[in-house]
């Protein structure tokens, strides 16, 4: 089970991330925001591709959703830290 201490353990640890305020999250980013975190620390939002969030989705529905609204049909993807292991989350990060 990922907490939002592993994911942001292995978000900084990708080359050249930075972490910021953004709205009521924290957001990722490297010269554009790839991931945010909630305030509460329970899930994260990812920015893949369409595609790549579809496969996400349909490998882990439990862990992986698209964000309801029109981000989401863009790939914005909502993930359930609870129901990710570490490597599942830095591999969606990498990903992302």
């Known amino acids: 089970m990922a907490t939002a201490q592993d994911f942001r353990r292995v978000a900084l640890s990708l080359a050249g991330t930075t972490e910021a305020p953004h709205f009521d999250r924290t957001a990722f980013k490297v010269r554009r ?7 509460d620390g329970k899930t994260a939002n990812l920015m893949l591709t369409p595609d790549e969030q579809a496969l ?3 490998l882990a529905p439990d862990a992986f959703s698209p964000v309801p609204n029109a981000w989401g049909a863009r790939g ?5 830290l609870s129901a990710l292991t570490v490597p599942e989350l830095q591999d969606a990060l990498t990903v992302a």
Do not use: M, Q, V
């Open 76 to 80: 914005a993807t909502t993930a359930k």
């Open 56 to 58: 996400k989705c349909e």
């Open 33 to 39: 925001i790839y991931a945010t975190l909630a305030a």
